[in-house]
């Protein structure tokens, strides 16, 4: 009797709930609809009074059209800021009607000192002025500032930026030409501008995704979220929800450029724009590095050989360790690349530690191989990791045979290049690799990670022959540099003519036809 009062007395209390809830749907939904009105008017008015701001500068100074791009590291010596330089000086000389605007967050540095470090590293000169816009907090797109969560931290602060960008300077095309998709619809729905974008590497991708899913540690992966099933779960959630929102942003992108079939890939999945999205191989200064004969040594190869031919490709060298008589020439491995973590440097110094092991003393084994790290440091971050790089060396009793060339201008990386046995390179699902085509066209013989661009694009075989090694792990990158060390020196020509050969398609002209030719449609639209 007391359950069925007990009953009794809850059925009209839940209806009583009930009825409540359906009283507030309908100022629920009328609230709804206030604020998407007031949501709407607001961005509509911010639109117009940016677009006053654009037509009062067109008046005030009596200018023509102007295309901005978003580079907040626009004085780092990475391929990035190569394919800016390139890009503005393409669109200078095909268009001198136009006026180019560069949104950078370095400080402590003038326009024309950013100039000048373009020419020193890229031996790139614009054939007319830029104009800089100095934004004031670039901090808020560095990684160190989120220390979780960092790709919502560095997404969400990069619309702040794109804010500072916007409101200080109203460009009639925006071109982020860095990989922050969520400036675009800032650009696009708020300053009313067209709207391009050219992808180095997906902020989120489906190879992150599966790296967490099988709780694979990595540098975007830590390890006590990789040793934890339920932490692991919460963020493959927390990904799958960015990926969603980073390829809504990147949707409202006009015209799309991404740099290899890799980001190809990986960019019509999330962004869903195949009719707005080609590739566009980011310009490699190959031709600089034409002039550099390969035949010396060849012909140095015949004097050494004296005569002795039709070894087999490990031939000479291992005749030449059976008797004694050791190769007394200096290989130095060079790597270029910023030095960021998914660099992966680390890889590089353990691998070439194991490779010392297995030479043998003296002035024709370990002492004859030096590894050489260069790279551009954006940022104290940069810097502090370069310390930490020196510390494994010493750790590894490797200091000695290592050196750190830290943002060279062009001449050095050049003659670094020219003079190296091996080029290095260990970055896993490497976007492109320019680093890689330029050791390529340097008559380097390359050794790149067996992932990405390089092993989908660069790194492949050119009319039947071979053109560069991959590699992907320590054991197999310290077994790869000892093959090339011993390749006799017609082998060796070969690879490095094959390879030279068929990096003449990541040339800076090559590149300049195709961004002409993917920015034409807004460009025409400029010049009415």
Not at 426 to 434: D, S, V, Y
Not at 435 to 461: F, Q, Y
Not at 507 to 519: I, N, V
Request: proline fraction near 5%.
């Amino acid at each position: 009797m007391a359950e069925h009062d007990h009953h009794h007395h809850v059925s009209p209390c839940f209806c009583d709930f009930m009825r409540l809830l359906w009283s507030l749907v309908a100022p629920c939904v009328y609230l709804s609809l206030v604020l998407t009105l007031v949501l709407l008017l607001l961005v509509l008015g911010v639109r117009m009074w940016l677009r006053g701001r654009r037509k009062a500068r067109r008046e005030q100074d009596g200018g023509g059209p102007v295309v901005a791009f978003f580079h907040p590291y626009c004085n780092a010596g990475g391929g990035g800021e190569r394919v800016l330089w390139c890009s503005l000086r393409t669109l200078m000389n095909r268009y001198p009607s136009i006026s180019f605007v560069v949104y950078t967050g370095d400080q402590g540095v003038t326009g024309e000192q950013i100039l000048d470090g373009a020419r020193q590293r890229f031996n790139i000169a614009l054939p007319r002025p830029v104009a800089f816009v100095f934004l004031r907090h670039r901090s808020l797109v560095e990684a160190s500032s989120y220390p979780y969560f960092t790709l919502l931290g560095q997404s969400g602060g990069s619309v702040f930026l794109g804010w500072e960008a916007l409101t200080a300077f109203v460009p009639d095309l925006y071109v982020d030409s860095m990989g922050y998709a969520f400036t675009l619809p800032i650009f696009r729905y708020l300053g009313g501008c067209a709207v391009a974008s050219y992808v180095h590497y997906p902020t989120v991708s489906t190879d992150m995704l599966s790296a967490i899913t099988e709780r694979n540690p990595g540098f975007n992966n830590a390890d006590f979220i990789s040793r934890d099933p339920v932490l692991s779960a919460v963020k493959v959630v927390y990904y799958c929800c960015f990926a969603l929102l980073y390829g809504l942003a990147g949707s409202c992108s006009d015209v799309i450029m991404v740099n290899s079939t890799w980001t190809l890939g990986h960019i019509l999945s999330l962004w869903r724009s195949p009719s707005r999205t080609s590739i566009v191989y980011p310009p490699c200064d190959v031709r600089a590095f034409l002039d550099v004969p390969l035949e010396e040594e060849k012909e140095k190869g015949e004097e050494e050989d004296k005569g002795e031919e039709g070894w087999e490709e490990l031939g000479p060298e291992l005749e030449r360790e059976e008797e004694g008589e050791p190769d007394r020439k200096c290989h130095s491995i060079v790597s270029v690349g910023q030095f960021r973590p998914e660099k992966d440097h680390r890889l590089q110094i353990r691998a070439f530690r194991k490779l010392l092991d297995r030479k043998r003393e003296g002035p024709g084994g370990r002492e004859s191989l030096r590894l050489v790290l260069i790279g551009g440091c954006r940022n104290q971050e940069d810097e502090e990791r370069v310390l930490m790089l020196r510390g494994l060396c010493l750790e590894l009793d490797v200091a000695d045979r290592v050196d750190f060339k830290l943002n060279v201008p062009f001449e050095e990386l050049k003659r670094e290049l020219v003079n190296a046995s091996i080029g290095l390179h260990t970055m896993w699902n490497e976007h492109f690799g320019i680093g890689v085509v330029e050791c390529m066209a340097a008559g380097t013989i390359i050794l790149a990670h067996k992932s990405g661009g390089p092993k989908l694009d660069i790194v492949v075989p050119y009319e039947g022959g071979q053109t560069g090694f991959l590699a992907d792990s320590e054991g197999s990158y310290a077994a790869a540099m000892e093959t090339i060390l011993a390749l006799s020196p017609s082998a060796r020509l070969e690879i490095r003519h094959n390879a030279r050969r068929s990096v003449e398609r990541f040339s800076d002209q090559e590149f300049e036809a195709c961004f002409l030719a993917a920015m034409a449609s807004l460009m025409s639209k400029l010049e009415l």
